[in-house]
């Protein structure tokens, strides 16, 4: 009886080794404007490059602008590697014909919603990570009239 345990142990072991997944490392980070407010809500995405198939990190935005990265399991951190990043900060509330009006202008800028555009890349290295995301405001909405911004804090 201890030889089929001991053969079966070593079949379920060999048989996980097959399909090992990466090493992970904590990353711990900020979403910031350049003003130094954070981005209070939100989810930040890490992709690593250089991979056969793409692996990507995740992770929610809390209300103080912090972030724990996920790949595998919540808050396991993020592969080794070179990685562009997306961060997605948008209100869900229909289509807003329902609510005209109600929805409040995006304060992020929108080019950060795709990994190809937001022109974000950290390099995480096999050890413990701290990053610092800095993020742009979203264009003022009457950029192009002849009012003055309320906020003359926009980044374009």
């Not at 407010?37 to 990190?57: M, Y």
């Not at 562009?84 to 807003?96: E, N, Y």
């Amino acid at each position: 009886m201890p030889v089929r345990a001991s053969l079966g142990l070593l079949v379920v072991a060999l048989a996980s080794g097959c399909n090992q997944r990466p090493a992970t490392y904590l990353v711990h980070g900020m979403v910031v404007y350049p003003d130094g407010k954070p981005l209070t809500k939100g989810t930040v995405e890490f992709e690593a490059l250089n991979q056969s198939k793409p692996i990507t990190a995740t992770a929610e935005i809390a209300s103080d602008g912090s972030f724990q990265l996920g790949t595998f399991e919540a808050k396991d951190g993020a592969i080794a590697g070179t990685h562009r990043v997306a961060v997605i900060s948008d209100f869900v509330i229909g289509t807003g014909v329902e609510r005209p009006d109600e929805i409040p202008p995006p304060r992020l800028h929108p080019r950060y919603r795709d990994f190809k555009t937001s022109g974000l890349e950290f390099k995480i290295k096999p050890q413990t990570n701290n990053i610092l995301v800095e993020v742009d405001y979203a264009p003022a909405k009457d950029a192009g009239s002849k009012a003055e911004p309320k906020e003359s804090k926009s980044a374009n």
